[in-house]
């Protein structure tokens, strides 16, 4: 069953009706003003029975003025509701977006009501009284709406953010900065200034304006003009700084990296669609830094950077000196069959845990996972000064944690070095970057080795030889051998002291062993 409900809070109704009550008391002393000290003294004199008829019809129509206003005003945010449909929400975004101009409706209606009533109240008594009644009662009227509308707008700003929040404005809703900076010159600019002028039109025209009074007359507005010039030039400052103040201070929260900074939307103009920008700018950057963290997570963090400053997609690639780590697990056919499918995931994820944590402490990339390996790789896309001596460094220190952290399970560890090729490898619809070349070749065969040796480390004893003195001296010769799929022995090294430790045999036999 439909009923009418507000679409505004009740404090927020007690203070529009306190701007209404407050705009209308002000504009009618403005009338008042103006009155007295522009109108000429003769038809409204004290003799004259003009006077007492203007205030009485004045009073009387203030306060009848009011409480049409404020019942007339309620009703512009009462709104029938029934199943709270699309369409009954729209409408009542819509009624809280345009409340201040509502708002403002029906004050110029019952100014410009007034206007005519109290025209046609002194025509009786003479043009020239009734012209000039109507003049200051329409001057009173600008002052109203304009006062009636600001108001009533900074009093909706938090209503309207609500629903602003749920639909932020795609184009200007409201009255734009212009229409609202003419209020603000209207009311500190026009209203009085137009008040000088009548009284010089009526010093001119009629000539029965003494000196004495029109110069009290200019003094008087001109100070007038003065005072609610200063106010209406804050009011327009601020309308325009709080909501450009409210972007700036999120703009600094993104320069320090916060992308979650976010800007109420409350201003239905121009400045409201600034404010929705910024939080769409926002979060577009706040999608794209998640993207590129997920493409970094997958293709490794120094690739993604490289093809984010990449003005475009080249495939094919280029030789460099690399070292390559290739490192997998001893039995993990066995392990997937005796153990339920989420433990060997959980398996998995520790021991790649520790390999990409070591690698990455080395400089190095994981280039990919291949079951339950991983092929890491040292100078490239990001160039090392010694990539042989950072690939056996991190061979060394990921064989004594994973036997330290990961008991349970045992892997082969194997480093080779040398010149590959590294590039982007596939179509430009699909493509990886990935190195190709003898070093990769190697290290998968000399992980194969590995896993029949105590410790479960060897490397290529060329890769030993690229590398610095100081970690040259932590590696042993350990004979040579044969690796399968290679035309020639491939000599060997292992971590020092890692095989006389274990078995007493010496390094040197580990060739004849394969041989």
């Known amino acids: 069953m439909a009923r009418r409900r507000w679409v505004i809070g009740r404090r927020v109704r007690a203070a529009l009706l306190s701007a209404v009550i407050l705009a209308n008391v002000i504009g009618a002393g403005v009338v008042l003003v103006l009155s007295a000290w522009v109108l000429p003294s003769g038809p409204v004199g004290e003799e004259s029975p003009a006077l007492v008829v203007n205030l009485v019809a004045f009073g009387s129509y203030l306060l009848l003025a009011v409480l049409v206003g404020a019942l007339w005003g309620s009703r512009r945010f009462r709104m029938r509701v029934g199943g709270g449909t699309a369409v009954e929400l729209r409408r009542e975004h819509r009624r809280v977006l345009y409340g201040p101009l509502r708002l403002t409706t029906v004050q110029g209606a019952l100014w410009l009501t007034a206007v005519l009533l109290f025209g046609g109240l002194n025509a009786q008594y003479s043009w020239r009284l009734a012209v000039q009644v109507a003049e200051t009662t329409l001057l009173g009227g600008i002052t109203t709406c304009a006062l009636s509308y600001l108001l009533s707008e900074r009093i909706l700003r938090r209503t309207t953010g609500r629903v ?31 008040g000088v002028l009548l009284a010089a039109v009526s010093a001119l025209a009629y000539g029965d304006v003494p000196a004495a009074q029109l110069a009290v007359i200019v003094l008087s507005i001109g100070g007038t003009a003065l005072l609610t010039g200063l106010l209406a030039t804050v009011g327009a400052a601020r309308a325009v ?8 201070r999120a703009m600094r929260r993104v320069e320090r990296g916060r992308l979650d900074a976010e800007v109420t939307v409350y201003d239905g103009t121009e400045l409201g669609q600034l404010q929705s920008g910024f939080n769409t700018m926002v979060a577009g950057l706040a999608e794209r830094e998640r993207i590129r963290d997920l493409f970094g997570r997958h293709v490794g963090r120094e690739v993604a950077e490289a093809a984010a400053a990449s003005a475009e997609v080249r495939l094919g690639g280029e030789v460099r000196a690399v070292a390559v780590l290739f490192v997998d697990l001893v039995g993990s056919t066995q392990l997937a069959v ?22 990455e402490e ?102 030993v030889e690229l590398a610095d003195d100081g970690e040259r001296g932590r590696w042993e010769p350990a004979g040579e051998t044969e690796l399968r799929g290679r035309g020639g022995p491939t000599r ?24």
């Open 362 to 463: 080395h400089g190095g990339w994981i280039n990919k996972f291949q079951g339950d390996a991983a092929l890491a790789v040292f100078g490239a896309p990001v160039g090392l000064p010694d990539p042989a001596g950072c690939a056996l460094a991190a061979g060394r220190e990921l064989g004594a944690r994973l036997a330290a952290e990961l008991p349970d399970i045992e892997a082969g560890i194997g480093v080779s070095a040398g010149d590959a090729v590294a590039g982007n490898v596939g179509d430009v619809r699909r493509f990886e970057y990935t190195v190709i070349g003898d070093p990769v070749n190697e290290a998968a065969r000399l992980t194969e080795l590995a896993k029949s040796l105590p410790g479960g480390v060897v490397a290529a004893g060329r890769a």
């Open 338 to 359: 005796q153990r339920p499918a989420e433990e060997v995931v959980g398996v998995l994820n520790r021991f790649f845990g520790v390999v990409v944590e070591v690698v």
């Open 241 to 248: 700084a709080d909501p450009v103040n409210a972007v700036r």
């Open 164 to 194: 602003l929040s749920t639909q932020p404005p795609r184009r200007r809703v409201l009255p734009g900065v212009v229409v609202r900076s003419l209020l603000f010159w209207a009311l500190g600019t026009a209203v009085p200034v137009v």
């Open 492 to 515: 060997l090294a292992v971590p020092a002291g890692s095989m006389s430790s274990q078995d007493g045999r010496k390094p040197r036999e580990i060739g004849a062993d394969r041989s």
